[in-house]
């Protein structure tokens, strides 16, 4: 069979035409992180009081007194500056004086349970004008149902994991990219024109559609830029590509802080990644998915293309072999046509593989949990909601760009170890650090999570990668999915696990850094696949790391031009001309 590495040895393994459709793949990658992180603003839960009828006015009431400290604090009848959770939608008792509301008369008896009509509450609208929660109703009483619409994107992604990696591998990389992102710009922005009766179910079906449109071009794009690529290149862009990920999110920060109406917000979101469909004419489908498919022929007219765009000479002499056996599986496609295609299932037919598949998954589960677990936790930075948002996602970029200049020189393995380790560390004392009122221990939370994100960013790149470089072409995209759908039982499981905080306010965070501690443990029993091809067979997959010597702890120095130089053959000038004799003369 045609050996594509072999190929880019020739044509260059990370030229011209590669970066084209990296670039491309990066907006991609962009439209997944834009998507992921929407509804922190269009379901955003605002601060909401009942309305006081003798101290607020009967019309215009706002939630902050505005003259006070920059409008951050609460109206000075109140006596506390904050309201429970439990008292928002509790009518206070209010002391007046001359039918003046006395200052810090407003209280609450707990023994009372007269509550306000959701007509009659005081919203905060100094973030965003309006939001779903509102236009719902998920106030008060059902407040707790935003939890369940959250979780319903990742549900998407979940079934989107699977769904797409299917398509991927069984229809080409490209097609499930196009689906993906048709599924994921209309349902996105079908979900703005959800109302009525209805309105609340339907838009719950259009997020989990989004849900799988963002993970398919998340899934897709990722797989599509590692493939068509050398193995010298694999790690670099498979990290490096994560980063537009997180510009994505940084993008949906900014259009939510100019654009403050929760249903123009979703249009201006989602509507315009329609013209990402734009890829089905401007890249390639990958090459090596081709030759795994048996379409040699489409695979050397994409080699022959690179070639002409990476200014190097097309190998056809490596074509004579791949010629030849192609015309013999011709003439024997009949005693082939019972061949059993390779599925996802042979990863566990063999105890060895099953068990790195199985750690695989555990790891996927654990740095999702920590991800989407911190990022929900964020709102203990100090600052604006805008503030901590970007905070919260800038501090991803430093991850991803220690892995780009850590990992080939220490290897996969002991860094997916020391990232799981380092976060589940940070999560725990994060975690037994919760509700202290010290402002240096306060401090100290903060900084513990951002370092906890660092670990848990870090880690979600290398799995990325570390996955795409274990497992085989034929299944690849399959084990990149079935990866992602075991991690979105992760996402999900980060939202509930902040049921726990009733029984113990450290239990969720702290739970969360056992999980990523023990990640990395495990990770240590993975072979290292740092300067490994990408293996093309279940045979290749299984004798990963078998001739390799090299130590957990193993560091090389590598320089920034040895980490991107690359050393190309010259395409033989007599086996050139031969092979073109011998293709005119067929």
Not at 83 to 96: F, H, L, T
Not at 249 to 258: D, I, N, P, V
Request: some cysteine; overall charge negative.
């Amino acid at each position: 069979a045609l050996n594509y590495d072999e190929v880019l040895e020739y044509i260059g393994q990370f030229g011209t035409f590669q970066k084209k459709i990296v670039f491309w793949m990066c907006l991609l990658q962009a439209a997944g992180g834009l998507a992921v992180v929407a509804f922190a603003f269009t379901g955003l839960e605002p601060k909401y009081r009942c309305s006081v009828p003798p101290c607020d006015t009967q019309s215009g009431a706002e939630y902050f007194d505005k003259t006070a400290n920059e409008g951050a604090e609460l109206p000075a009848w109140y006596r506390n500056n904050t309201i429970a959770i439990n008292d928002r939608c509790r009518v206070p008792i209010v002391k007046e004086m001359g039918g003046v509301c006395e200052e810090g008369g407003t209280f609450f008896i707990y023994d009372d349970n007269i509550t306000c009509d959701i007509t009659d509450l005081v919203i905060d609208r100094s973030i965003m004008r309006n939001t779903l929660i509102e236009e719902f109703q998920l106030l008060c009483g059902r407040s707790g149902q935003r939890t369940v619409y959250n979780a319903i994107y990742m549900v998407g992604m979940m079934c989107g994991s699977y769904v797409f990696g299917w398509v991927s591998d069984s229809y080409g990389r490209i097609k499930a990219l196009l689906l993906a992102v048709v599924t994921l710009s209309l349902s996105g922005t079908l979900g703005a024109f959800c109302s009525g009766l209805m309105g609340l179910h339907v838009y719950a079906f259009m997020r989990f559609l989004t849900g799988m449109g963002g993970i398919g071009c998340v899934m897709s794009s990722f797989v599509l830029a590692i493939e068509h690529v050398g193995c010298k290149y694999t790690m670099v862009i498979g990290i490096a590509i994560v980063i537009p990920f997180t510009l994505g999110e940084a993008l949906l920060g900014l259009e939510a802080y100019f654009i403050r109406d929760w249903k123009t917000l979703q249009i201006v979101a989602h509507l315009p990644l329609l013209l990402l469909v734009g890829v089905y004419w401007v890249v390639p489908e990958s090459v090596r998915w081709l030759i795994g498919a048996g379409r040699v022929e489409e695979a050397k007219d994409i080699i022959e293309k690179a070639a002409r765009v990476n200014e190097r000479d097309n190998p056809a002499h490596l074509f004579k072999a791949t010629m030849i056996a192609s015309s013999g599986l011709e003439n024997t496609a009949h005693s082939e046509s019972n061949e059993v295609k390779t599925t996802i299932l042979d990863l566990f037919r063999i105890t060895k593989m099953a068990l790195r598949a199985f750690n695989m998954c555990f790891q996927w589960f654990s740095v999702t949990m920590c991800y989407y677990g911190l990022s929900f936790a964020s709102t203990s930075l100090s600052g604006d909601v805008f503030s901590n948002f970007f905070l919260s996602i800038f501090i991803e970029i430093p991850s991803y760009i220690f892995c780009i200049l850590v990992m080939d020189s220490w290897g996969r393995r002991p860094i997916l170890s020391f990232c799981q380790a380092m976060s589940g560390i940070a999560c725990i004392f994060c975690g037994l650090l919760q509700g202290q009122t010290d402002p240096g221990l306060q401090g100290l939370q903060v900084f513990l999570s951002l370092i906890g994100k660092f670990g848990a960013s870090a880690s979600f790149a290398i799995v990325y990668v570390y996955t795409a470089e274990m497992f085989p072409t034929v299944i690849r995209n399959q084990a990149v999915g079935t990866c992602s759908l075991v991690a979105r039982i992760g996402g999900i499981t980060s939202l509930l696990l902040d049921l726990l905080k009733v029984y113990w306010l450290p239990a969720p965070v702290f739970i969360m850094g056992v999980v990523a501690t023990t990640a990395g443990a495990l990770a240590v029993f993975f072979p290292e696949t740092l300067g490994e091809k990408l293996p093309e067979t279940m045979d290749e997959a299984f004798r990963i790391g078998e001739n390799s010597n090299r130590g957990f702890c193993t560091f090389t120095c590598t320089s920034v031009k040895e980490m991107f130089s690359e050393e190309l053959k010259t395409v033989p000038r007599e086996g050139f001309n031969n092979q073109a004799m011998d293709v005119e003369k067929e």
